[in-house]
């Protein structure tokens, strides 16, 4: 099938139904169902469970709670340099360099302005000639979100949208993907300048959660914005855990002009794992 055809498709399909079923499927607890779609889906897609901190399927209350596992202590380290800017997440690298005034590019012949994906034109003047990263997050990759530098949480939305797949091919084809779906944006401020690092919802991706507010969707709001300040001071450091997807999907990361110098080997197609340097904070 092709790009377009594929994108096609998604347009009719009840993306937000079938995300709904997934949801509930995935939060089954009888042993027998988890176990075997636990398994089957470690075989499908080459999963292991050495990093995790629970090493069995048997382990995990449902498929949600293997799918979203934390894993063992040092799983992960940090990159030790303070001033270099870490991976969020596990995941490979879809696009990333400077945003052309508003714009960000998407894939191919598609983009998207800063505006549409923070929701917010105020929020997006900060990076308007900034930089940007989006990250894919495959089904077999570790599915936490962690802060990429320490800072403090200032606001954060719930900007409605479809829920449309965020593979490449989709990306390819479908205009203004991660403007259009549906995705939670966080606004937080560090002794760097400012960052915003939003959280793209995506067909089967009917569920995402943040430490400080837990699960935010579902419910689903179908317009407006659902907008708060964190009511309590959220903290976070370099590293942390700040949020996860119940299922998988896609982060983009912005940050203001000049601050940010992209590793040389760090560009589209690069695989990355969470802790990893990407960049150099100017």
């Known amino acids: 099938m092709s790009d377009r055809a594929f994108a096609l498709l998604q347009l009719c399909l009840p993306t937000r139904?079938?995300?709904w079923l997934v949801f509930k499927l995935t939060r089954i607890?009888?042993?027998?169902?988890?176990?075997?779609?636990?398994?089957?889906?470690?075989?499908?897609?080459?999963?292991?469970?050495?990093?995790?901190?629970?090493?069995?399927?048997?382990?995990?209350?449902?498929?949600?709670?293997?799918?979203?596992?934390?894993?063992?202590?040092?799983?992960r380290p940090l990159d030790p340099d303070p001033c270099t800017l870490i991976s969020p997440v596990?995941?490979?690298?879809?696009?990333?360099?400077?945003?052309?005034?508003?714009?960000?590019?998407?894939?191919?012949?598609?983009?998207?302005?800063?505006?549409e994906l923070l929701g917010d034109a105020e929020l997006a003047r900060p990076f308007i000639g900034g930089s940007f990263c989006t990250i894919y997050l495959a089904p077999y990759n570790y599915h936490r979100i962690?802060?990429?530098?320490?800072?403090?949480?200032?606001?954060?939305?719930?900007?409605?949208?479809?829920?449309?797949s965020v593979n490449p091919a989709t990306a390819r084809a479908m205009p203004r993907l991660f403007a259009r779906n549906e995705r939670v944006v966080t606004m937080f401020d560090t002794a760097s300048g400012p960052f915003a690092l939003v959280l793209v919802g995506a067909l089967n991706v009917g569920s995402m959660e943040t430490v400080w507010a837990g699960q935010i969707t579902p419910p689903h709001?179908?317009?407006?914005?659902?907008?708060?300040?964190?009511?309590?001071?959220?903290?976070?450091?370099?590293?942390e855990e700040m949020g996860r997807f119940n299922m998988g999907s896609t982060v983009?990361?912005?940050?203001?002009?000049?601050?940010?110098?992209?590793?040389?080997?760090?560009?589209?197609?690069?695989?990355?794992?969470?802790?990893?340097g990407i960049g150099k904070l100017l």
């Open 17 to 19: 139904f079938i995300s």
């Open 29 to 75: 607890e009888s042993p027998g169902f988890k176990n075997a779609f636990i398994r089957r889906f470690m075989e499908a897609f080459q999963v292991t469970l050495d990093e995790a901190e629970h090493g069995q399927p048997e382990d995990y209350r449902h498929f949600n709670a293997f799918f979203t596992r934390a894993l063992k202590d040092g799983a």
């Open 90 to 115: 596990d995941g490979t690298v879809s696009q990333l360099g400077t945003i052309d005034g508003e714009r960000i590019f998407q894939a191919k012949g598609q983009s998207f302005t800063a505006s």
């Open 146 to 164: 962690h802060m990429p530098l320490a800072g403090l949480l200032k606001e954060w939305l719930l900007v409605p949208g479809r829920l449309f």
């Open 221 to 239: 709001i179908r317009s407006g914005l659902g907008r708060w300040s964190s009511g309590r001071r959220v903290e976070l450091d370099r590293g």
């Open 252 to 276: 983009v990361l912005l940050l203001p002009p000049g601050k940010i110098e992209w590793g040389e080997a760090f560009g589209p197609s690069v695989t990355v794992r969470m802790g990893q």
